[in-house]
């Protein structure tokens, strides 16, 4: 239902108001009757909250995270591996046989082949040594573009019966190989390099000039040449690195018979959004955090817990069934950190979502309507999230309800009992950008999706019950 509707829907009973309040002299025109005056009122209610955890969300992303950290304050593990795929540009090809270099066996072969995992950031130390190993995943089982992947992702079922690395890697996030001039410098990507054997490289070089069909686009080279790799983390606590992109460069040598000088190429495949990059996490000791009973509720990602408030729906129309509600407030107050040195960051915005469609919402690319979802920022200055008004989403859970009950012969207990949670929401921390209508200057959102950024808070709640403010209105 668009916002032009709720205008008018609005409108019209305002009209019909005043229509009604005419009186056939002239001279009142216009003019509301004592019995036409809009009665207003509020009330309180409570609302419960819970911790709820989130076992895994969609992974499917154009950033990629490794690693495997401990929150200072919970004492929960995130560990973080990935899989990428690589994308081709269009009927990529080499340059002509006349051009290239041909080894003795009258063969083609690759100088050298790499991996790099650039980085903006990473969480933890930077001197922490870390070790990982490089699986290609399998052509018989090429993880598909069409399919939605989560953070649960079995990544060992797109592998080869058997596998073996590839190789493995020690790095540290700081290369201290390389010059703090070279470290420092404006210019310097942060990146881990992992060296491939010269063979992988080679065959796809080969095949690259056998079959250029395989090349034609990144369907043909996914399922033909390079399926992509997993990379898993084999030791390393206190690191976590958040990845930008990654990059399959493979060197040869060519010639250029005007200048009569040999120069090295690079062949180089990418992993972009047009393909698959997903992250798997393992998060440990959230059961633990979550049991018990505490005055706050938790808020963590990338995967983790999310908050969990059951609307006291049928206590606030008890009595309203007629009236409107003019405005539902909710504030969720953050609950202050114990340790003065506790690192994550607080999320910077929260959705509201009904529970029911907690899932559905991310997995169909939703964005907030303001009338069922709504988006809320942290204010640093009152330490709060604030969700305005809500009151449509609490009329489309009470209708919602009524049309239930008749259509399954139900009364109130019976689906309450039937339909657990069809009055709760869930608050969960998302990256929600936004864009700015040019013409009309209005801002609206552009995506939704689950924040994958190192956070977590807890709010105030759990054995400390919320209050949401209702104002009705009547007209009499």
């Known amino acids: 239902m668009n916002k032009h509707f709720w205008a008018y829907s609005a409108i019209l009973p305002v009209i019909a108001l005043c229509l009604a309040a005419c009186d056939t002299d002239s001279t009142s025109m216009g003019v509301f009757s004592d019995t036409d005056a809009v009665a207003s009122s509020s009330e309180q209610f409570q609302i419960t909250s819970r911790s709820v955890a989130v076992d895994s969300v969609i992974a499917n992303s154009s950033q990629c995270f490794f690693g495997q950290i401990v929150d200072p304050e919970t004492n929960a593990s995130l560990r973080a591996e990935f899989v990428a795929q690589f994308h081709t540009f269009e009927n990529y090809s080499l340059p002509n046989d006349s051009h290239l270099i041909f080894g003795e066996d009258s063969l083609l072969h ?21 070790k990982l190993s490089v699986y290609e995943l399998d052509t ?5 573009e069409d399919w939605t992947y989560y953070t649960d992702l079995d990544v060992m079922s797109y592998l080869p019966a058997g596998a073996q690395p590839l190789t493995t890697k020690v790095f540290t996030p700081e290369d201290y190989t390389l010059s703090d001039s070279e470290r420092t410098s404006t210019t310097h990507n942060d990146n881990v390099r992992i060296l491939l054997p010269v063979s992988y490289g080679t065959n796809i070089l080969r095949t690259m000039r056998e079959h250029p069909e395989y090349f034609r686009d990144s369907w043909q080279f996914i399922h033909h040449v390079c399926p992509g790799f997993y990379f898993k983390l084999e030791s390393g606590e206190g690191t976590l690195l958040s990845l930008d992109v990654s990059a399959l460069n493979i060197y040869f040598r060519y010639n250029d018979t005007a200048l009569d000088s040999v120069y090295t190429g690079i062949v180089r495949f990418s992993a972009t959004p047009e393909v698959i990059q997903s992250t798997h996490f393992d998060s440990d000791g959230l059961d633990e955090l979550i049991a018990g009973e505490h005055p706050y509720t938790y808020l963590k990602a990338p995967v983790g817990i999310a908050t969990e408030l059951t609307l006291p729906v049928d206590e606030i129309f008890r009595g309203h069934e007629n009236d409107s ?6 504030v969720l107050t953050r609950y202050n950190a114990l340790q003065s040195d506790y690192a994550f960051g607080t999320p910077s915005q929260v959705l509201m979502v009904p529970s ?21 920022s942290f204010d640093s200055n009152y330490n709060t999230y604030v969700f305005p008004n809500i009151s449509r989403l609490l009329s489309w859970m009470y209708h919602q309800k009524q049309q239930g009950m008749k259509r399954e012969g139900l009364d109130s207990d019976g689906w309450n009992a039937a339909h657990a949670g069809w009055n709760s929401v869930r608050v969960i921390p998302v990256k929600a950008p936004t864009a700015t209508n040019s013409s009309t200057g209005v801002s609206y959102f552009t995506s939704v999706s689950h924040d994958f950024s190192l956070s977590s808070t807890r709010l105030v ?16």
């Open 461 to 476: 709640g759990g054995t400390q019950p919320l209050n949401i403010q209702v104002i009705y209105s009547r007209y009499q």
């Open 356 to 376: 029911t469609r907690a899932v559905s919402f991310f997995k169909n690319h939703e964005v907030p309507d303001g009338e069922t979802t709504f988006v809320s």
């Open 325 to 330: 509600i003019n405005r539902a407030r909710i």
């Open 140 to 144: 018989a089982n090429v993880m598909r």
């Open 110 to 130: 690759a100088d050298s082949v790499e991996l790099r995992l650039y980085f903006s950031s990473y969480y933890g130390d930077g001197d922490n040594p870390m």
